[in-house]
């Protein structure tokens, strides 16, 4: 403020002081400023903080070696899961391969030459009649 005498009622005329630098160039100059030099009084005052740093490392490495365990397992299972069900669909069309009226004929009819007949076997035929729906009025 310069030196003014004021008389009476005169406002008094405030001068709009404009920062000389922007905030930004501002926070550099103050990250600038830092002295990094440390005292061993100092380190032994960080020395919590810089556990802390530490084991969040340590937490963030575990973290991440477990989650490449997990995707090897579950790509491990994935190739599983499709051989299983693609032997259950081979093993299924087996099934219902084998139990065809026609295969079980010529089953029989294979048993029945080798000789190997006994009381049930004579008995079992290949039907020639198609089934019929029984209704009970």
């Known amino acids: 403020?310069?030196?003014k005498?004021?008389?009476g009622d005169e406002p008094e005329i405030k001068e709009?002081?404009?920062p000389s630098t922007p905030k930004i160039e501002g926070a550099f100059k103050r990250l600038s400023d830092i002295d990094f030099?440390?005292?061993p009084n100092q380190l032994i005052g960080q020395?919590?903080?810089i556990l802390f740093c530490f084991?969040?490392?340590m937490v963030l490495i575990w973290s991440s070696?477990?989650?490449d365990n997990l995707?090897?397992?579950i790509d491990k299972l994935t190739k599983e899961n499709k051989e299983l069900r693609n032997q259950y669909i081979i093993n299924l069309s087996e099934i219902m391969n084998a139990s065809r009226q026609s295969n079980i004929a010529e089953k029989l009819k294979e048993f029945n030459s080798q000789g190997k007949r006994t009381k049930d076997t004579d008995y079992v035929k290949e039907a020639v009649i198609p089934p019929t729906k029984i209704t009970i009025e």
Request: glycine residues 4%; proline residues 4%; hydrophobic residues 40%.
């Open 71 to 73: 995707n090897k397992k």
């Open 47 to 49: 020395m919590p903080f």
């Open 16 to 18: 709009d002081k404009k």
């Open 65 to 67: 070696h477990n989650n």
């Open 1 to 3: 403020m310069s030196n």
């Open 5 to 7: 005498v004021i008389i």
């Open 55 to 57: 084991g969040l490392i």
């Open 37 to 39: 030099k440390l005292n």
